[in-house]
């Protein structure tokens, strides 16, 4: 299984972008699709994630600008990132927990290979 990010780049503040990862790999079933980012000298942190049944969860600093969706059909997760801010310039990862089709039993976490957003002020 690879997840490949892309979407990634440079803008101003104010502007937009919008992050695609596609799982691809003998994937018998996603549960859960999310967005990690990790700014320099800082930690990973959950920007978003989305169940497939649905269900959102959002970091604070991002509600109400990004939205986070999934096609289920391509294994694509996407993030629409609006209003950017300086503050939001980091590496963004996609993360998927995936069932394979040889080990129904179990489900395991995936991740992408990063992408860099950098907002400038």
């Known amino acids: 299984v690879q997840l490949q990010a892309s979407g990634g780049g440079l803008v101003q503040a104010g502007g937009s972008l919008r992050l695609s990862c596609a799982a691809s790999g003998s994937i018998f079933s996603i549960n859960v699709m999310a967005w990690y980012r990790q700014a320099p000298g800082k930690q990973r942190e959950l920007v978003a994630a989305?169940?497939?049944?649905?269900?959102?969860n959002y970091a604070d600093s991002v509600k109400g600008r990004f939205t986070i969706s999934r096609d289920n059909a391509k294994n694509t997760v996407y993030l629409q990132m609006n209003s950017l801010k300086p503050e939001d310039t980091a590496i963004y990862y996609c993360s998927a927990l995936i069932t394979i089709a040889t080990m129904l039993n179990r489900r395991d976490d995936y991740w992408g290979q990063g992408t860099l957003v950098t907002v400038s002020s």
């Open positions: 989305l169940t497939s049944g649905g269900s959102t």
